[in-house]
């Protein structure tokens, strides 16, 4: 059987930069070469795309755009007719391109603009197109069609830039502190911040504004955090639900890559029925925001035992230990097995 070419795409011009090297990494490590040929594109920082064949190790690295030998200026073809990569290497090479497997985190990779350049030039896709991309990115919408497919959302207030402090104040008030502010579009909990009273708002409003020209104000929900992998594109397959314990604080940027405080159970640490009902959310919220191939999501358990939507996350972390597919391997779908259907849920969609 002649081998799928799939181009994986890494890197970018995100905070969440760092992070893709090291999804992409395990990504182009564990794909079934027999089936799949890899060709790895990666995004610099600044913007430049390059046509990379050096060790994988050295995209876990960092390293991997220090060996000019090794990156060739490229870019796909906007012809629908030619799924090809075009690498610039005097001549022009035209490589034949079967899918794109997008393993970009954050803006700029995440949220629906990678994803509607590739589908306008006609690349079948391993991830959420580009409309289930930008809702997942966007958190005040994504609420919204949560809200509409009847599952429970926290109460909440936008404001855009330059809204009169009053105003965000008067609404922090009435949804009442604790709470937290966010960017509506912003990856990896960047410019979130817990406000347990009026004294710190401003300063938090301040830090959300930074990264995004629209801020949430969100009721805080007690009890804890949990996520549910879904994979699928019309019958859907939902992994493990797994809970995330905290010893302090929220669930930041520093705690999602370090867990220096915080601890992943997988699967939790509740009934069956509960975790069936946090599956079925899951799925409803994948189903409203028009997700396909692959996505998590994240929801809150209260104590008194409500499940309430938090985010999705369409390009989760993807190394072989991240939350995804940790949650699908306890499913009983091992990382490279994983791997393999990913792709070929995107090749057939």
Not at 198 to 215: K, N, W
Request: proline share 6%; aromatic share 8%; net charge negative.
């Amino acid at each position: 059987m002649k081998r799928k070419t799939i181009a994986v795409l890494f890197g970018g011009c995100s905070t969440e930069y760092e992070i893709s090297l090291q999804s992409a990494s395990a990504v182009l490590e564990h794909m079934d070469k027999e089936r799949f040929a890899p060709l790895a594109v990666g995004i610099t920082r600044e913007g430049r795309w390059l046509y990379y064949t050096g060790p994988v190790g050295q995209i876990a690295a960092g390293r991997w755009q220090e060996d000019a030998g090794r990156c060739t200026p490229c870019a796909f073809s906007p012809d629908r007719g030619r799924r090809e990569l075009l690498v610039f290497s005097g001549l022009v090479q035209r490589l034949p391109v079967d899918a794109v497997f997008p393993v970009l985190h954050g803006k700029n990779g995440e949220d629906g603009t990678v994803q509607g350049l590739l589908e306008l030039a006609g690349f079948p896709l391993v991830g959420c197109g580009t409309l289930a991309s930008a809702l997942g990115m966007d958190k005040d919408r994504a609420h919204r069609l949560a809200a509409a497919a009847g599952v429970a959302v926290p109460r909440s207030a936008v404001f855009r830039r330059g809204a009169p402090p009053a105003d965000i104040q008067e609404a922090a008030l009435e949804i009442g502190y604790p709470l937290f502010v966010k960017p509506v579009r912003s990856g990896s909990s960047f410019g979130v911040s817990r406000v347990p009273h009026q004294g710190r708002l401003a300063r938090a409003v301040e830090e959300a504004f930074r990264h995004d020209g629209e801020i949430l104000l969100e009721e805080e929900i007690p009890g804890f955090e949990v996520g549910c992998a879904v994979m699928g594109n019309d019958a859907l397959t939902a992994g493990a639900v797994d809970e995330i314990e905290l010893s302090g604080g929220f669930f930041n940027f520093e705690e999602k890559y370090t867990l220096k405080t915080s601890k992943i159970h997988c699967p939790a640490r509740i009934s069956p029925e509960k975790a069936a009902e946090i599956q079925e959310a899951a799925k409803a919220v994948y189903r409203a925001l028009g997700c396909r191939v692959f996505a998590r999501v994240d929801l809150f358990l209260t104590p008194e035992g409500r499940v309430v939507f938090n985010e999705v996350n369409t390009i989760p972390g993807f190394t072989a230990h991240s939350r995804f597919p940790s949650m699908m391997r306890e499913a009983g779908v091992p990382f490279g097995e994983l791997v393999s259907r990913l792709i070929d849920l995107g090749v057939e969609a």
